[in-house]
């Protein structure tokens, strides 16, 4: 096709996705006139190289810009301008449907949870002691408890972890797991730990060595994404334990029994949840 080649204002939305009205509003303000105009019949006419124009106008929207910001920004924009801040949009969008994903599987696990009311708990937990262990620990702040407020401090921390080579300093025992400090379910510390087989000497800041106390507690395996396990999990436990007469202690440990470096494959992911608890006083906690 050469370059004289004129399209109709029709076959030109068709081709940019457009609506024939949105054209004619564009040509009405400015923004992005037709190549010619028949004076006989006001036929609009636009080349194959306007099709870009209209690229730029729709990325420009895509981004949130009004249209009266799009025709300031369109003369002055560079094509590598305008690629990264259609990246960096992206990533946003990215994000957000991560964030969205996330709290759909919350709201399902939520759903999950209330249907399960006025049953059983769930016939997969087990009651087990766990011997006091020491571990490598890298703590960071989370704002509050829920999926949303921990993964993201996990993952950070779990990259920490390796950035400082813990994992060649010092003899594993174990999977790394997850345990929290806080005070009314404020100011959460999230911990992140590696069981050792012995105290290490010096770490790099700010890695430490701790003894995590003996504790006997309500024990279940789940799989999937966080936001489709908790919180709803430790609800099964706390009844499990409630059940039995038994006092919940402390917060809980998530064992990451099967890690995984692909978000693609976070349905893979297997965590061992543990909720401490106790026994009334004289009850045989053999």
Known sequence: ????????????????????????HYDEIGLLRPATVDSDTGYRGYSARQLGQLNRIMALKELGLSLTQARRLLDGITLDELRGMLMLRRAQLEHELEQHKNQLLGVEGRLRSIAREGTMPADDIVDKRIPAMGVVVIAAQAPAFGPENIVPVVNRLAEQFDQLG??????????????????????????????????????PAPAQYRVLPQVEAAITVRSGP????????????ARWIDERGYHAAGPGREVWVNEVDDIADVAQQVFEIQLPFTRPAGTDGT
């Open 1 to 24: 096709m050469h370059a004289g080649v004129r399209f109709s204002i029709g076959e030109f939305a068709r081709l940019g996705g457009v609506s024939v009205r949105t054209l004619r």
């Open 166 to 203: 813990i994992h060649d300093r010092v003899k594993e025992a174990g999977p790394r797991l997850i345990f929290y400090e806080y005070r009314n379910g404020e100011n959460v510390t999230v911990h992140l730990a590696l069981p050792v087989t012995d105290a290490p000497g010096e770490l």
């Open 226 to 237: 966080a936001a489709s396990i908790f919180p709803m999990v430790y609800h099964d436990l």
